[in-house]
């Protein structure tokens, strides 16, 4: 079993940043990939980016160049840097990992992010 505890989301101001952080905890020997998905009212769940053990990347066509994924392996945690943030970044952010290829997902509680004047 894997819990994972989300933190450092809360209301910005357009332009401004935040960085979220995911802490995995549990029966992990290591952590095959580690993401952030993203979900506003009334529309689906869409990642926002991804990084495998190996540090490969994989980022949403709308936050390129402006968020940045990573990790922490000896600690188990994942990072998401977002700077100038937009409103139409505002949503739960949830963590997402998977131990292995073909393990099952688990997710974190979210933490919202809104951004706001």
């Known amino acids: 079993q894997v819990q994972l505890v989300e933190s450092g989301g809360g209301l910005v101001q357009p332009g401004g940043s935040l960085r979220l952080s995911c802490a995995a905890s549990?029966?992990?020997?290591?952590?095959?990939?580690m993401g952030w998905y993203r979900q506003a009212p009334g529309k689906q769940r869409e990642l926002v980016a991804a990084i495998t053990s190996g540090r490969i990347v994989n980022y949403a066509e709308p936050v390129k160049d402006r968020f940045t994924i990573s990790r922490d392996n000896a600690k188990n945690t994942v990072y998401l840097q977002m700077n100038s943030l937009k409103p139409e970044d505002t949503a739960v952010y949830y963590c997402n990992v998977r131990i292995s290829p073909s393990s099952q997902n688990y997710w974190g509680q979210g933490t919202q992010v809104t951004v706001s004047s």
């Open positions: 549990g029966s992990i020997f290591s952590i095959y990939v």
